[in-house]
């Protein structure tokens, strides 16, 4: 008699629960918005102890101390004052005098010495800030051991040499304008021939061309470049 084998009873599948999303909470927020520390390390570095401390001197820097210009304050033109011109030296008269002269005694030889004597001032006042610059460099050729402290004496050096380059333009043209003078073209545009007119030479002495003039170039330079 054959015995058959009873054929294994086949469990029913059973299928895996579908996760169900849950809604994170703060504390899972936190940590997907935040990057890990060596993310954090390598985006953001941190600035090594003495440049930190020179970013923070150099912040509070004392800033660049301004060139050497000749202060003017807009003044009006004075009636009362348009012959004082006749009785007092250029060196005797005031920016108002001036400014009140009749436009017929434009750059007449009062007006050209007067001037000359405003540009040859400015001249040497740059000339004695260039010198007292120069003084102080030498004077900060002492090696300091600590890195920011360095740092900080050569950010006020290089500070101080770009107001003295500044200044030295300036100078270049304050002496074409000495020139001028002396060859009786001082006072008068470059361009269109114009008188600039007293009162843009009191405020700028070395101004070469009139307003509108100066205004027509800068629209040109916005809308040409260069």
């Not at 269109?192 to 007293?198: C, D, F, L, Q, Y």
Request: aromatic share 4%; net charge neutral.
């Amino acid at each position: 008699m054959t015995v058959k084998k009873a054929e294994p009873v086949k469990a029913p599948a059973v299928q895996a629960p579908t996760p169900v999303a849950t809604p994170a909470g703060p504390d899972q927020l936190v940590r997907a918005t935040r990057p890990s520390a060596r993310l954090a390390q390598i985006t953001v570095p941190s600035l090594p102890p003495a440049v930190a401390s020179t970013a923070a001197k150099a912040s509070f820097l004392p800033s660049a101390p301004a060139p050497a210009v000749m202060s003017f304050v807009p003044i009006k033109k004075d009636p009362k004052l348009a012959n004082n011109w006749k009785t007092k030296t250029a060196e005797q008269l005031t920016d108002a005098e001036v400014l009140a002269m009749p436009d017929s005694e434009y750059m007449n030889e009062v007006q050209m010495a007067y001037f000359r004597r405003k540009l040859v001032t400015l001249k040497q006042d740059i000339l004695n800030s260039a010198g007292e610059t120069t003084e102080h460099l030498r004077e900060d050729t002492v090696v300091v051991p600590d890195p920011a402290d360095r740092a900080t004496i050569e950010e006020e050096h290089a500070l101080e040499l770009r107001t003295r380059d500044r200044e030295r333009k300036l100078l270049k043209k304050i002496e074409q304008s000495i020139m001028l003078i002396d060859a009786g073209d001082y006072g008068y545009c470059d361009e269109t021939g114009e008188p600039i007119g007293v009162g843009r030479l009191l405020a700028r002495p070395t101004a070469t061309l009139s307003l509108e003039a100066q205004q027509r170039r800068e629209l040109k330079q916005k809308m040409f470049g260069d």
